[in-house]
């Protein structure tokens, strides 16, 4: 028997902590190996995540081999022993790659901070310092786009990004979620890589303070328009919104309260921490309590000087993405279609790190 285990959520969206495989047998002599309560490791998508006990198991409305009642008692009676009830399989949760072979669309958006704490751009050293053609040397955000940036987009359906700024002041006023570029969405990472650059040939004046939520805003209405054109040919969408920033954020109450107004559109929130500053508020972003059941997680925080490989980066970019949209869609009890035209066998490995990759990776 397997036994899953979830965190109770009162508006029904619970979240899977872990599971485990066991026997009743197992499971009702658990509490009574030499004295002692016997753990069962939980696991969630091969790692472990924690230990259930079991405090107190025994049998109830026990059938013979025949399917009979013990002792064979035509009209059931059970010495006052409670009947089995009709047992019923719940749904089976669906897999990410379920959704994705099912035809669920990924969409990427990204926001750059162009807020004053990244230092004046004219100085070397600073995050947005272009270093000259001939070093070809990239700067950091130029390193986040290539290296985040290209682990998202093989996701994204059309390859189509839209790539909006925040905290640069334009004629006076500070503006919390700009576009970025000429059009409102680019072609593939080299767009995302123009956009970014071209913001520095406006007459921008970088500015305070580091603010998330018009991006967080935009992003969600953005998520639902993606899916209401998806339902319009019968298939999901899920957007991934990407914030690189290199400042704390300031207003982290207002943030929280759009992260869980968010939480009711298909969306996810990756934030990138550029540099070496001090990222506490982001970690609490990342971590803040959802046991009240009003939302669900949809962030992820990573910092990017913590990773120096590409396969590292990967795997803490894509770490919770995929329980987050299976999450969001099997809550609502959306579950994954069916793509025809899928081959199993046509699906790409992403193969071990090597040097020349992470050199690239690493600018």
Known sequence: MKITVWDHRRRGNHKFIGEFETTISALVESQNVDGEIVSFDLYKHGKLTGYCEAIKASLHGVVDADGGDPGGDPEGDLGGIEKPRPFTAPQERPEFIDYLTGGCRISLAVAIDFTASNGDPRQEGTPHFFHPPESREWNDYEKAIFAVGSILAKYDSDQQFPVWGFGAKYNNVVRHCFQCGTEVEVQGVQGIMDAYRGVFRTPLTMSYPTRFTEVISTAAAYARHEQDVANEEGQLSYT??????????EDIQETKEQLIAASKDPLSVVIVGIGEANFEGM???????????????????VQFNDY?????????????????????YFSQGIL??????FEMDQAHVQPPDDDERTLTFLG
């Open 283 to 301: 970690d609490f972003l990342d971590n803040f309590d959802h046991a009240d059941g009003e939302s669900r997680d949809i962030t992820k925080f």
């Open 308 to 328: 120096q490989s590409y396969n590292a980066l990967t795997a803490a970019v894509l770490d919770e993405i995929p329980e987050q949209l299976v999450g969001y």
């Open 336 to 341: 994954p279609g069916r793509d025809d035209e």
């Open 240 to 249: 991934i919104l990407l914030i690189l920033t290199a400042g704390n954020v």
